[in-house]
């Protein structure tokens, strides 16, 4: 059987110093804790679904291609990018505060500063997490908006960020 359309092997939409720049108030973050890995994470998590499979391998296909348009390009730095700096930094958040080494886990504290604690870290990562939420809700404004720009993407799939369900379960959470 052949493989087809492997996007998970095509680069990131953006990368580790985009994501420092669109989302991190210290611009010195080192560029190498935002792993590839964790820039897809981030895409298929949170981005994929949201804005329906299809649309996102096109999209993909399109910037891996060269054969993007005038306007997949204003959506790709003015929406998605911006979009998924704040869920790359959310699924980030753990990974810079704590490593895993062949040690064990470590905690990365400079010699001048003290660890938050977990209250404080999960408060923290909540609020980036909510960021993120609000810039998808806009994103997806914006497609249904315009989405004759996009034949490629479909509006039923912006019910993901909008539905109007009062209960939603968030990293295992019930929110109400």
């Known amino acids: 059987m052949a493989l087809t359309n492997n996007y998970m092997a095509d680069a990131p939409f953006l990368t580790g110093a985009q994501v420092i720049n669109f989302a ?3 611009q010195n973050t080192d560029v190498s804790l935002i792993s590839l890995e964790i820039r897809v994470l981030a895409e298929i998590a949170h ?46 958040i753990v990974e810079i505060q704590h490593q895993s080494t ?26 980036t997490y909510r960021k993120g939420k609000v810039m998808l809700k806009e994103l997806i404004v914006f497609l249904d908006e315009n989405s004759s720009e996009f034949p490629e993407y479909g509006s039923e799939t912006s019910s993901l960020c909008s539905s109007g369900s009062s209960v939603s379960k968030q990293h295992g959470m019930i929110i109400y």
């Open 24 to 26: 991190f108030t210290n």
């Open 47 to 92: 981005l994929k679904e949201s804005i329906g499979s299809d649309f996102y391998i096109h999209l993909k296909d399109a910037f891996q291609n060269g054969t993007e348009t005038a306007d997949e390009i204003i959506l790709m730095n003015d929406w998605i990018m911006p979009t998924l700096a704040w869920f790359t930094r959310f699924e980030l």
């Open 102 to 127: 062949s040690s064990g886990i470590v905690s990365n504290i400079p010699e001048f500063a003290s660890a938050v604690s977990s209250t404080e870290l999960n408060v923290y990562k909540q609020d």
